[in-house]
C-alpha cells in the first residue's frame, strides 16, 4: 500500500520570496501561472551539472505578449501543467469579483528518518523545504461581462497594466534568483530541485473561507 506523504518542513534557513498581488481576469490566471512557475523552475534548473543535461525552451505567451523559458523534462512540465489546471477548476468552482489565492511553490529536499514502526507507517523520509516563492493573485472580471459594465478605454488601460505588471514581475524573479544562492543544497541527481505548488485561499477578503474551500483543497494532491 502506498504511505501517506508529509508535508515540507522549512529548514532554519529557508528562503521566502514575496511578491505584490497580480491583479487577474479570471481567463488570464492559468496562463499567468503557467509562465510564472516554469519561470521559477527553470531558473532552478541545474541540469548542466546533473548526468541528465537539460536544454532551455523559449516559449512564448500570446496573451501575455512575453516570452518566458521552461526546461526541456517532460515530468516537470507535466506536473505544472496539473497544478495550473487544479488552480483554474478552484478559481472557476467560486468565481467572485476580487476572489483571492495565494500560489506557493515550494522547494525541498528529502531527508531520512530513524527506522521504526511508526515511521514505516507513516512514511521514512521527511520533506524539508529550503525555499518559498508566494505569489498573491486577485481575480476581477473585464469588462463585458455580466456583472461589469461595459467601459473599452478601461479594459486597454486593464489590459496594458496586466501586461507591464507580468513583465515586471518575470523580471524581478530572475533577479532574486540570482541574488539568492548561498541557502541551496548540493546539486541533484536530477535535472530540478524537487518542488510542489499549492494553493492558499484569502479568507479575509470574504471571497472563500476555509470552511467552504476546505473540501476542494483535501482534492488536490501535492507534487512530489
Not at 22 to 35: G, N, T, Y
Not at 41 to 58: D, E, K, Y
Not at 140 to 164: I, N, T, W
Request: glycine fraction near 4%.
Amino acid at each position: 500500500a502506498d504511505r501517506p506523504q508529509r508535508s515540507p518542513v522549512a529548514m532554519n534557513n529557508c528562503e521566502h520570496f514575496g511578491f505584490s498581488p497580480l491583479r487577474l481576469p479570471i481567463d488570464h490566471v492559468k496562463e499567468a501561472m503557467r509562465c510564472v512557475l516554469h519561470t521559477v523552475v527553470f531558473n532552478r534548473s541545474i541540469g548542466s551539472h546533473t548526468a541528465r543535461p537539460m536544454n532551455p525552451l523559449p516559449t512564448t505567451s500570446a496573451m501575455f505578449g512575453l516570452t518566458y523559458m521552461r526546461t526541456d523534462d517532460p515530468q516537470v512540465d507535466q506536473e505544472i501543467e496539473l497544478k495550473v489546471k487544479q488552480l483554474g477548476e478552484l478559481l472557476e468552482r467560486r468565481p467572485r469579483q476580487g476572489s483571492a489565492v495565494k500560489v506557493q511553490l515550494s522547494f525541498y529536499i528529502t531527508k531520512n528518518r530513524k527506522a521504526s514502526m511508526l515511521n514505516w507507517i507513516t512514511g521514512t523520509e521527511d520533506k524539508v523545504t529550503f525555499e518559498q516563492w508566494t505569489f498573491p493573485v486577485t481575480v476581477y472580471f473585464r469588462s463585458g461581462h455580466p456583472l461589469v459594465e461595459q467601459d473599452e478605454e478601461a479594459e486597454k488601460q486593464a489590459q496594458a497594466e496586466m501586461h507591464s505588471n507580468m513583465k515586471r514581475l518575470l523580471m524581478n524573479i530572475v533577479l532574486k534568483i540570482n541574488m539568492k544562492m548561498d541557502h541551496l543544497p548540493p546539486t541533484p541527481e536530477q535535472s530540478s530541485y524537487r518542488f510542489e505548488v499549492s494553493f492558499i485561499p484569502d479568507g479575509p477578503n470574504g471571497a472563500w473561507s476555509p470552511r467552504t474551500m476546505m473540501p476542494a483543497m483535501r482534492n488536490i494532491q501535492y507534487i512530489t
